[in-house]
Each structure stands twice: as C-alpha cells, then as structure tokens.
C-alpha cells in the first residue's frame, strides 16, 4: 500500500554560549511534498452556453385542458471525473497540453438524465473542457400545443429519447 506524505525542514541558529542556546531562531524553512501520481481526479463544470430544452405541460385553468410547450434553460453545475494517461501529479500547476478524457453527470434530482462525454485540458485548477452532453427530453408523439389533452393522456404520450448537444465549459 502507498501511503503520500509531506516533509518540513527547518533551519534554525543558535549562539555559542549557553543563555544565547536557549533562544534558537528559525531562519527559513521549506515544506516538500510527496504525492503521488494518479490516473483519475473529480471536479466541477459549468457549461459555457446554456441548453434550452422544450417542456410540455396541460394548462388546466380553461375550460378545456391544452397542451402547453415552454421552452427552459439548462445550465447545470456537472461532476466530472477526469481521467489521465499516463498519470499526473494533480496538484501540479503546469499547463497540462495533452488533453484527458472526461465523463460528467449533472449535480441535481436526476444525475442521469443529463451525461457528459469529452475532453478536457489546461491548468490544474482550470480547464477547458469540450464534448457531447447527452440529454434525455420527453417529446409528444401525437399530441401538439394547443391540443385538448388531459395530464394523464399527455404523460402517457411523452416519449423518452436522448438528444445530444455540443457543449464547452
């Protein structure tokens, strides 16, 4: 088992007669730090440009229940596992030029209906990443805005399908 560790060096002086011993002063010191390297790490993304999605729903304040279609913004905060061949002192801050593979899920209720596939390269605190977000949209296989439709006949019309986007972050 490998276990990573940090070392300090101190460099002190002292006087030469005994009452000048007992006050030492601390000139400089250096930590070292020892870790490893690794092949996978985790962070955060935020996609650059927002994902507009349509959103159908049943008004049911009229008389007669309509389909309604909205469209909403998608701009969620990811998680992302980036992944490093060969492996890479994380905690370095050099410019890493060969890009690594990352893959996401979306931080909220439902991580699975938003993924992430793409690459990534940079500073070790900051990237840039590029890649394909899968997205999973339900979409009416009959009905259309403006329909008469009760919630129950639009949900069981909805169908999942999963619609993939170019994203930057």
């Known amino acids: 088992m490998y276990f990573t560790s940090s070392f300090l060096i101190r460099n002190s002086s002292t006087g030469d007669d005994y009452s000048s011993r007992c006050n030492t002063a601390e000139l400089s010191q250096q930590k070292y730090d020892n870790e490893g390297r690794y092949f996978w790490d985790v962070s955060i993304g935020l996609p650059v440009h927002q994902l507009k999605q349509v959103e159908y729903s ?15 913004d998608r701009q ?9 061949f060969p492996p890479v002192n994380t905690k370095s801050t050099k410019f890493r030029s060969i890009p690594h ?6 931080l909220s209720s439902r991580p699975l209906d938003r993924t992430l596939v793409g690459g990534a390269m940079g500073l070790n605190r900051f990237e840039i990443l590029a890649g394909v977000a899968f997205n ?3 979409v009416p296989q009959t ?10 006949k639009l949900q069981a019309d909805l169908k999942d399908h999963m619609d993939a986007k170019f994203v930057i972050g």
């Open 136 to 138: 999973r949209v339900r």
């Open 58 to 72: 049943v008004d049911s304040t009229t008389n007669q229940p309509t389909v309604n279609a909205r469209t909403i």
């Open 143 to 152: 009905l259309r805005a403006g329909d008469i439709a009760s919630d129950a």
């Open 76 to 84: 969620k905060i990811i998680g992302i596992l980036d992944l490093y």
């Open 101 to 106: 593979p990352v893959i996401g899920l979306a």
